[in-house]
């Protein structure tokens, strides 16, 4: 089997990423994968071909909208060099990438799936994060409908699909793998925590800072926890647009309680030092953070959402 992907991955083109190491493992496993891959002109990238089973392809476009005109030419031009073989051709989302690959498809007779990982149509809160994704959201309920497959990775994003008028028949759930090894393994590293106090409650949450995460709100429950208890500290992990404003709202309502730490490497360190995980996103497709947390053994609050109530139960990160 052949497989055209439409996908946003540059860091494919970077030797050392494990992304591309795991779309030369698929590559090899299906028996060849194409990608088209959303790329600016200004990144000065190259075709490549990877072991003779990866093909990546930049659009090397001038502009957004000329990335989806210059995806569709690729995508054909790859699919009708080689006729006779047995093609599929896969989305990374039901948007930009859906589109293209449905138009591939419509031209081509080529079997289409849509990859929805990010669980975006089950609530109000994504097309709300900008006019942008209004227009997505539109866009997206209609490729999934015309989608020959589609691809979720948890039961919660299926019945949402079907209540959106998706045919069951067509939904595949497959869960994101995770790796939860170096959760289990490591040891606690209270290095990572400045300013460590072993007289506190370390609370901790790791997460870009975006809209989506809703880190306002969790700021504002540990505010609350930290009156009556105040021995409690939370530590927020990442970086991220919302950087400013988060730290704002922290020094408002808990001042010297919240430290706010660069991304590290060393999560499962870390998350070995500290007493709770907590996550309070609007939306989450999988959240595979909650799976390493458990692994971790390290007891966790969480917003009703991803992998919760299918992989994540009461008292599991206990066990």
């Known amino acids: 089997m052949k497989i055209l992907a439409i996908s946003y991955g540059r860091n494919f083109f970077d030797p ?23 790329t600016d002109n200004a990144d000065g990238l190259k075709p490549e071909v990877v072991d003779e089973r990866l093909f990546l392809y930049p659009t090397n476009s001038t502009g957004r909208l000329r990335k989806v005109f210059d995806a569709i030419k690729l995508g ?52 709300a994060e900008s006019f942008f994704n209004r227009i997505r959201y539109q866009l ?3 490729m999934l409908k015309r989608a020959d497959s589609v691809r979720v990775v948890a039961t919660r994003i299926k019945d949402t699909l079907i209540g959106h008028g998706v045919a069951e028949n067509v939904i595949t759930v497959l869960p994101v793998r995770t790796n939860v090894k170096p959760f289990q393994q490591a040891n606690p590293d209270r290095d990572l925590i400045p300013a460590f106090d072993p007289t506190k409650m370390y609370i901790l949450t790791a997460a870009r800072f975006v809209p989506q995460k809703n880190l306002p709100l969790l700021i504002r429950a540990f505010a609350a926890v930290h009156q009556h208890v105040p021995e409690t500290h939370l530590l927020m992990v990442g970086r991220g647009p919302e ?43 999988w959240g595979r953070v909650l799976l ?8 966790m609050v969480t917003t009703d959402v991803g992998c919760v109530g299918e992989a994540i139960h009461p008292n599991d990160a206990c066990r």
């Open 292 to 299: 390493e947390a458990r692994a971790a053994k390290l007891p």
């Open 140 to 142: 997206g309920r209609l």
């Open 76 to 127: 054909r031009e790859i699919i009708e060099a080689d006729r006779g073989g047995e093609w599929v051709i896969t989305a990374q989302d039901p948007f930009e990438a859906g589109l293209v690959a449905w138009r591939i498809a419509r031209a081509t007779g080529v079997p289409f799936n849509v990859q929805e990982h990010g669980d975006f149509f089950s609530g109000p809160h994504w097309r």
């Open 243 to 285: 950087e400013v404003g988060l730290k704002v709202l922290a020094t408002r309502l808990v001042p010297a309680a919240v430290t706010f730490i660069d991304w590290t490497e060393n999560l499962p360190a870390l998350m070995k030092a500290c007493h709770l995980y907590a996550l309070s996103s609007n939306y989450e497709g």
């Open 16 to 38: 050392d990423n494990p992304e591309r190491a795991r779309q030369l493992a698929v590559a090899r496993a299906a028996g060849e994968m194409h990608v088209v891959v959303f």
